[in-house]
Nanobody, 124 residues
Framework: QVQLVESGGGLVQAGGSLRLSCAAS????????MGWFRQAPGKERVFVAS????????YYSNVVKGRFTISRDNAKNTVYLQMNSLEPDDTAAYYC?????????????????WGQGAQVTVSS
């Protein structure tokens, strides 16, 4: 079992920045892929970014590419999502997820563990 706990959400003005953290515990993540998804009110949960724990290969949705950066700290067993140039459309609950297979995926059903979510609200 892997436990994931997100933190760092909050309220920010358009154009501002936030950094989300996802602390993992329970198992080493050496063979995992980690992902961030988000769910806006009344909408489905969608892929934001992912990172392969070994090698650090990253993938982004087109909507956030160039503005968001996913990274991980092996020593702290933590994944981050640095969000810059935030827009009101980025308002959502952001979820961290872990996939046991060392292959990236943008599909939520292919992830095995989920955090409880962190709310990000961007005001105009």
């Amino acid at each position: 079992q892997v436990q994931l706990v997100e933190s760092g959400g909050g309220l920010v003005q358009a154009g501002g920045s936030l950094r989300l953290s996802c602390a993992a515990s329970g198992q080493p993540l050496s063979s995992y892929n980690m992902g961030w998804f988000r769910q806006a009110p009344g909408k489905e949960r969608v892929f934001v970014a992912s990172i392969r724990w070994i090698g650090g290969f990253t993938y982004y949705s087109n909507v956030v590419k160039g503005r968001f950066t996913i990274s991980r700290d092996n020593a702290k067993n933590t994944v981050y999502l640095q969000m810059n140039s935030l827009e009101p459309d980025d308002t959502a609950a952001y979820y961290c997820a872990a996939r046991k297979k060392p292959v990236p995926s943008m599909y939520e059903h292919e992830y095995d563990y989920w955090g409880q979510g962190a709310q990000v609200t961007v005001s105009s």
